[in-house]
């Protein structure tokens, strides 16, 4: 079970070097180069959305059937057990959200240099004319 986590929190951090990197200020060349590279990396890394709302899913369905354990009938071991699959249940969804959030803002930031190129070719036209 613990395979899929950190498949996905390698997928995050290697999300964030992406974005990290594509913010960077560096020369136009090697931008356009970078996030023609990253645009067609962005096509097939799209199955983290699906993988992402799928943990989700089943910590929700996890969560909705787990055995309470509130009463006086609990021990401390398994009040403290109980507590710890809680915050592991919240730092995933934490970590699924991010890996959806990150991807979308990666997507986005080709997108906008792609349209920034877009417009420059145009003005070069406009400017050759």
Known sequence: ????????TYLVAAEAAI???LTLPSPKLLKYRLVSLISLLLQPAIFI???SG???????????????CTGETCTAAERD???????????????????CLL???VYRICKYYKEIQSL?????????Q
Do not use: G
């Open 1 to 8: 079970m613990a395979l899929q986590w950190m498949i996905l």
């Open 19 to 21: 974005a990290t990197l």
């Open 49 to 51: 959305v699906p993988f």
């Open 54 to 68: 799928f943990q989700l899913l089943d910590i929700y369905w996890k969560m909705e059937h787990r055995l309470m």
């Open 81 to 99: 057990r109980y507590e710890k699959s809680m915050y592991k249940a919240q730092r995933n969804v934490i970590l699924c959200i991010s890996a």
């Open 103 to 105: 991807y979308w803002c």
């Open 120 to 128: 420059e070719e145009v003005e070069k036209r406009y400017k050759d």
